[in-house]
């Protein structure tokens, strides 16, 4: 007589449960068909909403962007709408903890960086009209400040509709000066 701990009545009862995995699936009624179609569709109502914008770039910036590419030259790389917390980071964070969202939802139009090695030289803002509220005045002397702070040059380029690659390139230059004095 087999016991029911006995290893031979355990690799029996194994047998039977991968002879049960094998069998092709049998019919499972209607009740599973209308289950199998609500949940499907709960699924497909729980997919996350995100899409790809059409218009990652505004047109000013996209202008702009193929004229700072063609000053900046092979040695620059142009990194378009970066944040602010991801160019910099907060010293001393746990003393400084309300600084860092100060910045989370800020970015700078354009960082410009060294093609080997992906440091941040220079910033660039694009001041279209918008520049000239209130509100973003005061948004915009904030974000010097912090360029300032960190010793990163920032540049504020008016947007117009067209421009001088000779002119940017010049402007570019004169920001990588070190400081004289």
Not at 1 to 19: F, G, I, K, T
Not at 93 to 118: L, W
Request: net charge positive; glycine share 4%; proline share 5%.
């Amino acid at each position: 007589m087999l016991h029911s701990h006995s290893p031979w009545n355990r690799a029996r009862h194994v047998d039977e449960e991968n002879e049960m995995a094998n069998e092709p699936k049998q019919n499972r009624g209607c009740l599973f068909a209308l289950l199998s179609k609500i949940f499907a569709r709960t699924e497909h109502k729980r997919s996350l909403p995100y899409r790809v914008r059409d218009d990652f770039l505004s047109a000013a910036e996209g202008s702009f962007f193929h004229v700072l590419q063609s000053a900046a030259g092979d040695g620059m790389v142009i990194c378009p709408k970066v944040g602010l917390t991801d160019l910099f980071f907060v010293s001393r964070p746990n003393e400084n903890y309300a600084y860092r969202g100060r910045i989370s939802q800020k970015h700078v139009d354009f960082v410009v960086c060294d093609a080997k090695t992906m440091r941040p030289l220079l910033g660039i803002e694009l001041d279209d009209a918008s520049h000239d509220r209130a509100d973003r005045k005061l948004r915009d002397a904030f974000v010097d400040k912090v360029f300032q702070a960190a010793a990163l040059p920032l540049v504020h380029i008016r947007a117009q509709r067209a421009y001088n690659v000779h002119s940017i390139r010049d402007e570019i230059s004169r920001a990588l000066q070190p400081p004289t004095g």
